[in-house]
Every structure is written in structure tokens, then in C-alpha cells.
């Protein structure tokens, strides 16, 4: 070879790897809440190089709440996550640009948690009884709802205020009743209470009539216009990443237990099994992963114009972007 064929095979080289060091996209991207088995889809697009095959550099941070990720994301001060679609009506009621881009779970994850044994066997139970609650829980705001669709007057519970920390020792401990929260916590709270010989029930608020979209990957109005590139390639990868691990979740458990090693595997994959109904459902199994419907969307704002100060007249089209979904099929 020639001197000046080495000189040009070098210089193409150079001259692409110099290229792909530009097209890394390096950004944030902030989970809802402490990183678990719920987020299996983003670790396995973190490790299997989904994210890297899309020329993203994605630094993955634990959120304080669906309100608070939009916050940061409306702010800059983190450039996607993921944040429930109430959190998004919300946060734009009140001057947070922030839109879905692709839907995470088809199924609202709310839902109540007893200890079976306590002469709590139906919804109508839960009268005269305690419920145990964390400051701004989402859920709380839907039980007037969920006790209408039951059958019980939900006026009729005492709400009591408790810690994050606390919640699931109150429950195990009974001093309250009942709690609030996520299916995804079950394994959790079943954890804590197997400990002392317990076990517990749950209502699930989808079983009662209540359907809405929950969590979804969400971006500013801001980078959406700016970098429309850039959302679409993180939503995508991202959606692979459940899609993956939906297929195998022994190899997402992996992922994730390798950036998170001092957690439960065990826990993280009975976290993914109970949120999986949430993700993989009728509708996602025939249109795939990552799409938002309209209809569904404007239902969404109008059930929680119920409960905020929202504006029911929200078109859909303020609350997600359409052009810029993903739509990933389950093999």
C-alpha cells in the first residue's frame, strides 16, 4: 500500500471517529422515583447499547415524584424522564412546558393495600377504617372516585398522614388499616409483612372501572422544538428497552442489578411482574409500545380536572406530542 493510500485510510479513519464522538448526545434523564423494577426497560436500553446505538450518552437519575421530574425537565435541569400524565396536565395548568412523547403504562398503577386477616374482604370494609397516606400521593386524590365505582363512602376512612419511611411499617405494624400506593410496591410491602407472618390484599383501582394513562417519557416543549431529533431518539431506545425487556427480563434484571447492585433481584423482578399488566396489554400487543391514543388522552384530562385545577377544555395535543411517538411491536 502507498504511502498516500495509508495517509487517506487514516484520514477516514480519524475522520469517522471524530464524527462519532460528535454525534453523542450526552443528556439526563430522571426516573419518576427510586430506580426499580419498573424501570427494567431503561437499564436494559443502558446495557444492551440501545441508547449508545442511538448516539446517546444517557446518565440515568432517581426522581422525587412524577411533579418534581416535570419540574426538572420543564427547567433544564434534566433534559427527559419519566413522569405520570396527570403530573404533565398539572404542571401545564401551572407553566410547566412539558409534554409525553410516548406512554410507558396503559393501565393506572393505584391501589390500595390491606393485611388479609383484619376483617378487610371488600372495598365496602374500608369504612371506619384507617388509610394511611404520604404528603401529595397521587392516588389519594382518586379515591372519592374509586369509592363510588366500589360501592362505599370513602368520606367514611380516616386519613392519616404518614412518611415514606413509615408507610409500610405502619401497614405491617397496623397501626393504620390500609395504605395507598403503586402495584409495583407490592413485592415490597409483602416483604415487610412476611416477616412477622403476614400477607396482604390489595384493590386495584383499574379492576373498578378507573382507566387512564399514568407514566410516559416526557420532554419540554423547548427540546421537543429544538432538538425533535433527539426526543425521538431517546423515546425510541427507550421503548426497545421495555420491548426487550418484556422479552427477556432475566437479562433486564441484569442490567439492572448492575447499576444497582446493593438491590434485591429477587424484589426488582416481582417489581417488573407487577407492573408489566400495565405496560403489556390488549392495546399495546396489537399497536406496540410507546403510542398515545387521543381519545384516551382527553378522558385522562378531564378525570383529573375532577380532582386539580385544571382546565377540561385542555386540548390533547398540549399534554403529548403526536409526531414524535415511537412505536415499538412486541415480538
Known amino acids: 500500500m502507498s504511502k498516500l493510500h495509508m495517509f487517506m485510510l487514516t484520514s477516514v479513519v480519524l475522520i469517522a471517529g471524530s464524527h462519532n464522538a460528535v454525534a453523542q448526545d450526552k443528556l439526563i434523564f430522571s426516573l419518576q422515583w427510586i430506580a426499580n423494577g419498573n424501570n427494567f426497560g431503561v437499564f436494559a436500553a ?33 433534559d427527559m424522564g419519566i413522569a405520570d400524565a396527570a403530573s404533565v396536565i398539572v404542571g401545564r395548568s401551572s407553566g410547566l412546558k412539558v409534554k409525553q412523547v410516548a406512554c410507558l403504562y396503559e393501565r393506572p398503577p393505584d391501589a390500595i393495600f390491606f393485611i388479609k386477616g383484619n376483617r378487610i374482604n371488600s372495598p365496602k370494609d374500608l369504612e371506619g377504617r384507617t388509610i394511611g397516606a404520604t404528603a401529595g400521593e397521587a392516588t389519594v386524590n382518586l379515591l372519592p372516585l374509586f369509592a363510588a365505582n366500589a360501592g362505599f363512602d370513602n368520606k367514611k376512612m380516616e386519613m392519616i398522614n404518614l412518611s415514606p419511611s413509615a408507610k409500610y411499617a405502619s401497614l405491617v405494624a397496623k397501626t393504620v388499616d390500609s395504605i395507598v400506593g403503586f402495584v409495583n410496591e407490592e413485592p415490597a410491602i409483602q416483604s415487610a409483612a412476611q416477616k ?53 427480563p432475566q437479562a433486564a434484571a441484569d442490567a439492572f442489578v448492575k447499576n444497582y447492585p446493593e438491590s434485591s433481584r429477587s424484589i426488582a423482578l416481582q417489581q417488573w411482574d407487577a407492573a408489566l399488566p400495565l405496560i403489556l396489554t390488549d392495546r399495546t400487543r396489537k399497536n406496540g409500545l410507546g403510542p398515545i391514543e387521543k381519545d384516551k388522552m382527553l378522558a385522562t384530562i378531564n378525570l383529573v380536572a375532577k380532582f386539580q385545577r385544571v382546565d377540561s377544555s385542555t386540548p390533547a395535543t398540549d399534554i403529548y406530542a403526536a409526531e414524535l411517538m415511537p412505536t415499538v411491536p412486541i415480538e
Do not use: C, H, W
Open 46 to 78: 443502558k446495557e444492551q447499547g440501545l441508547y449508545r446505538n442511538a448516539n446517546l450518552d444517557v446518565d440515568v437519575q432517581r426522581g422525587y415524584g412524577s411533579g418534581e421530574t416535570a419540574k426538572r425537565v420543564a427547567t433544564g435541569t434534566a
Open 196 to 248: 412477622t407472618g403476614l400477607e396482604v390484599g390489595r384493590f386495584v383501582f383499574s379492576d373498578y372501572g378507573i382507566d387512564y394513562y399514568s407514566l410516559g417519557i416526557i420532554a419540554s416543549d423547548d427540546l421537543i422544538a429544538k432538538r425533535p431529533d433527539l426526543v425521538r431518539r431517546v423515546a425510541l431506545a427507550t421503548m426497545r428497552g421495555y420491548a426487550s425487556a418484556i422479552k427477556n
